[in-house]
């Protein structure tokens, strides 16, 4: 019996990508709610080309590693700017004291999200106002970020070689501080002009520190619905192609404020107690990789739609027009 052209689906379309047939979403540690929607999104991508792609990405814990081969702790991008030597004595107790009272309500179950968003809101604000009024050479966070430019994940530096190559836009999310992740980002080498950081970014005034730069990112607005009216926001709202990396669970909001017609794969690196969170995370995530601290997932995909475009313009050496730096300090 033949197959009519009213019987035959898009899976037997030549050049169909399947799942099975992807060794990297075949490993143990890989789990998906899904797996069907993630193989239609996969064959979206593939076809839509590099044109269509951003990458949305957390920083802590997804760019760099959950889990380091020597056992050293990665601080925190906030982390990182509280280690520093110069900062006044009572600096680092009282930023504690923040972390104490506000932290739990962070991760509190019950509370709900418009209530806890006013706290988070006390909390930035306290803690630009305890970085304020003293001297402050960036010179020492540059120091102390640089220590771990070699804690990201394997695979972060071809990843990003990838990305540039193609021109496909990179949005590196944080509520954290902004100066400990681009100077971490340049002393690895990969903050290449299609990377923009949107996070917290010290302020100077007379010579001193003076807080944070408006606007103020905090763990329930990072997302693209503060990017609006932006440089960025003009750049990616017409690539409707969206990977989403992030380790927490809100990541997998990051690309709230999108058009509702786009494309979104969610990818989740679960690590701190994986039987307990693994619901969460399957719901709110496509892919939940466990205990993965390399690139693997998001080189292969970005694999598969660099070969397809390569077959299609075999003489392009890279996907559209190119981006231009974009300042990292301003929306
Ligand atoms: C204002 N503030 C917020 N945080 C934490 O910074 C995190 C930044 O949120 P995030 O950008 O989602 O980073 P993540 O990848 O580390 O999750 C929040 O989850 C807060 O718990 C903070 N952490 C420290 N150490 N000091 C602070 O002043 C401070
Ligand atoms: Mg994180």
Redesign the pocket.
């Known amino acids: 019996m033949g197959v009519t052209e009213s019987n035959e689906s898009q899976e037997d379309r030549v050049g169909y990508v399947r799942i099975q047939d992807i060794p990297q979403l075949n490993q143990e540690h890989c789990r998906m709610r899904d797996p069907q929607r993630v193989e239609r999104i996969i064959n979206e991508f593939v076809c839509g080309g590099p044109e269509r792609m951003q990458i949305v990405s ?5 760019i760099t590693k959950q889990r380091t081969d020597d056992g050293v702790a990665v601080p ?1 991008s ?2 990182i700017f ?1 280690s520093c030597k110069s900062l006044p004595d009572n600096f680092k107790e009282e ?1 504690d004291k ?2 104490h009272k506000y ?1 739990p309500i ?1 991760i509190d179950p019950h509370m709900p999200i418009p209530d806890k968003v006013q706290y988070m809101i006390e ?2 604000t306290q ?1 630009g106002k305890l970085a304020s009024g003293f001297a402050f050479d960036l010179a020492e966070l540059d120091q102390m970020a640089g220590q771990f430019k070699h804690a990201l994940r394997d695979g972060t530096h071809e990843l990003f070689e990838a990305l540039q190559r193609l021109q496909i836009p990179v949005l590196v999310f ?3 501080l902004g100066n400990s992740v681009v100077s971490l980002m340049q002393q690895a080498n990969i903050m290449q002009p299609n990377v923009k950081v949107v996070s917290n970014f010290l302020r100077f005034r007379d010579g001193l520190l003076d807080g944070f730069q408006e606007p103020m990112i905090h ?1 329930f607005n ?1 997302n693209e619905t503060v990017l609006e009216g932006g440089e960025y926001y003009e750049l990616v709202h017409t690539r409707d192609h969206i990977i989403v990396m992030g ?2 669970l ?2 997998a909001d990051m690309a709230a404020g999108v058009p509702a017609s786009s494309h979104i794969l969610r990818i989740g690196f679960l690590f701190h107690h994986v039987e307990a969170n693994m619901e969460k995370y399957m719901n709110a995530f496509d892919i939940v990789l466990v205990d993965d601290q390399t690139m693997s997932v998001p080189q292969a995909l970005l694999a598969l739609i660099d070969n397809r475009h390569q077959m299609r313009h075999p003489h392009a050496s890279n996907g559209t027009a190119s981006i231009q730096a974009l300042p990292n300090a301003a929306l």
């Open positions: 957390d920083f802590d814990y997804t925190s906030f982390g509280n930023i923040l972390f932290h962070e909390w930035w803690s944080s509520a954290g763990i990072k380790d927490s809100g990541d």
